[in-house]
């Protein structure tokens, strides 16, 4: 794997029952405007509905943004599905109302980046555009 050559694609999702999407779609916008391909899903999605969505789609990359405090187990169902999907390649990414006594668990479950209130659009981007990788050949 190496670092994107043509356009990164970004499904932004906002799994559960979490109603507030504003953040999520700051996020999709700045994105975008960087010259990210985004998908947004929109409101409550369930594990299986975003990681259809990324794998049907293509993408690069899953960006979750949560500020119900499931998290832990959202987050995590989102990974394993990808993984017995054979897609674990599909970077996951996320943000929102996230305690920092979380963000190490998190990561240790597969969660490559955790940006909480805060981080700036800008770090995102550079973040996305700096660590989103494309199979050889896309």
């Known amino acids: 794997m190496g670092v994107a050559a043509g356009p990164i694609r970004v ?18 916008r700045a994105l975008r405007d960087a010259g990210v391909e985004v998908i947004y899903t929109g409101l409550h999605q369930t594990p299986e509905q975003i ?6 789609e293509d993408a690069d990359a ?15 169902a989102v990974i394993e599905l990808l993984e017995e999907r054979d897609a674990a390649d599909i970077l996951v990414f996320g943000g929102g109302i996230i305690p ?8 240790a479950k597969g969660v490559a980046e955790v940006f909480t209130p805060g981080a700036t659009t800008a770090s995102i981007v550079d973040w996305v555009k700096a660590n989103v990788t494309q199979p050889a050949g896309a």
């Open 51 to 56: 990681v259809d969505t990324a794998i049907q």
């Open 62 to 76: 899953i960006g979750l943004s949560i500020l119900s405090g499931a998290h832990n187990t959202l987050f995590a």
């Open 100 to 107: 920092e006594g979380d963000i190490a668990t998190l990561k």
């Open 11 to 28: 499904v932004v999702a906002k799994p559960g029952l979490d109603g507030h999407d504003r953040g999520a779609k700051v996020i999709a």
